[in-house]
């Protein structure tokens, strides 16, 4: 159980690039980060493209002027001159400028957390995670609903053979909010998203699906993609060569076999995120707008909903446990879980503690690669026409 007592020796300092006042993002990073408040401290910022907005949002942050910076170069550049400057640094800003970022970030000696898609191809991704190996310092990705603790009971489950040898995977993320070509005109967070040049090869794989694919290889860590089909168009047409809607098929190495639907033309739907493994002797479901249930359903047996808090779960899912059962926890309880545990990863590091960092499940840059290789052969197997493609 978590109570906010410290984990670590004092909180890291932080910054955050991007994530500024109009940002979809921002808010859940520092909910994420500031929950406990001894795991990190927002000590400055470069928060806005724009930079007097940027500036304006900070004070209202209660950020200290001075440390307020017109961009990121020059945050790096003049917190490495202070005593007590910047440790590590979120980045919450479009995907195209990541990897830069990221990059200059590690130069300047910080630890990295960094939004989704980590990068654009999973070459960029290898030469930064070398680059963080050099500095010895962490790279963190923000798969926020992945900190949701029932998935670790589901973990736990199919660990202890709960259900069976698992058969079907079945995976969904979907909204409706992009049925209409509206918010490409009129939202700047919508208007970058369907742009290659800003958002890279995809949209809808990499802005919804890579979460759930991460959260299927947490729940599973054993469970390898062998080959994919992808099949993807954009029912609005000036989104193309870009997809609003994408159905994949997976067959993984022990022979289970997958889907995933990731959609933001799912008109209406406003509960469309949901992981269902189905094992040769019962089923688990965890659908995100019940966060604090897990559905067991065992061939034969009533069905059973398991509820967040409870003493009967596994302990490595009550270890992120924070409100107690009968009170409702959610997304930025979720996020907490995730930033303490980054905090937890680079001081860690900092200490040379590799036995902490082997051990610690959190999504690190090799879940960034991940991400980046599921959309390289989503869109591989898409673009030569929904083809089976070994998972490279
Ligand atoms: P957004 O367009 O709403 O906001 C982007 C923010 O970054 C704005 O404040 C903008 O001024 C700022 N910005 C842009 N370029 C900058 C730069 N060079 N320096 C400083 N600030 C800069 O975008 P968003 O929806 O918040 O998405 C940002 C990132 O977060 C994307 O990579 C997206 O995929 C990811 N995202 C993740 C989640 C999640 O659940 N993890 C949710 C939403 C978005």
Redesign the pocket.
């Known amino acids: 159980m978590l109570n906010g007592e410290k984990k670590i020796s004092r909180p890291l300092r932080w910054a955050m690039?991007?994530?500024?006042?109009?940002?979809?993002?921002?808010y859940?990073h520092r909910t994420g980060a500031l929950r406990d408040n001894t795991a990190f401290q927002l000590v400055a910022g470069?928060?806005?493209?724009?930079a007097d907005?940027?500036k304006d949002f900070g004070v209202n942050l209660g950020v200290a002027e001075d440390r307020l910076y017109p961009?990121?170069q020059t945050m790096f550049s003049e917190e490495a001159k202070r005593e007590d400057g910047i440790e590590a640094v979120s980045i919450?800003?479009?995907?195209g400028?990541?990897y830069e970022?990221c990059k200059a970030a590690l130069e300047a000696g910080l630890h990295v957390i960094c939004?989704?898609?980590l990068f654009f191809t999973s070459d960029e991704v290898r030469e930064v995670k070398a680059l963080a190996e050099e500095k010895g310092k962490i790279v963190g990705v923000?798969?926020?609903?992945s900190g949701n603790q029932m998935l670790l009971q589901m973990r736990a489950m199919i660990e202890q053979g709960k259900i069976g040898e698992i058969r079907v995977v079945d995976l969904q993320y979907t909204h409706g909010f992009s049925c209409n070509d509206e918010a490409d005109k009129t939202s700047?967070?919508q208007k970058?998203?369907v742009d290659p040049k800003v958002a890279g090869p995809s949209f809808v794989l990499?802005?919804l699906s890579t979460?759930t694919y991460y959260m299927s290889q947490l729940i599973m860590p054993h469970m390898k993609i062998k080959e994919l089909l992808c099949d993807r168009q954009s029912f609005v047409g000036s989104r193309a060569p870009l997809e609003d809607n994408a159905h994949i098929l997976m067959h993984y190495e022990n022979g289970a076999v997958g889907t995933m639907w990731t959609s933001s033309i799912n008109a209406g739907c406003m509960d469309g995120h949901r992981i269902r493994i189905v094992g040769s002797k019962a089923s688990l479901e965890w659908w995100d707008s019940k966060p604090n249930e897990l559905t067991y359903e065992v061939q034969g047996e009533p069905v059973q909903t398991l509820i967040r808090g409870m003493s009967y779960l596994d302990d490595s899912c009550n270890t992120d446990e924070r409100l107690a059962a009968l009170h409702q926890e959610g997304l930025s309880d979720a996020w907490a879980n995730i930033y303490l545990k980054f905090a937890i990863a680079m001081d860690a590091k900092n200490r040379g503690d590799e036995e902490t960092l082997k051990n610690l499940v959190y999504p690190d840059i090799d879940a960034g690669l991940e991400g980046v290789r599921w959309i390289e052969n989503c869109v591989r197997s898409a673009d030569k026409g929904a083809v089976w493609v070994n998972f490279e």
Do not use: C, L, M
Not at 46 to 50: G, M, R
Not at 142 to 145: E, S
């Open positions: 690039v991007g994530g500024g006042r109009s940002s979809q993002v921002g859940k470069a928060f806005d493209i724009d907005r940027g961009d990121y919450a800003t479009p995907n400028t990541h970022i939004e989704k898609p923000t798969y926020g609903f700047e967070a970058w998203r990499g802005d979460h």
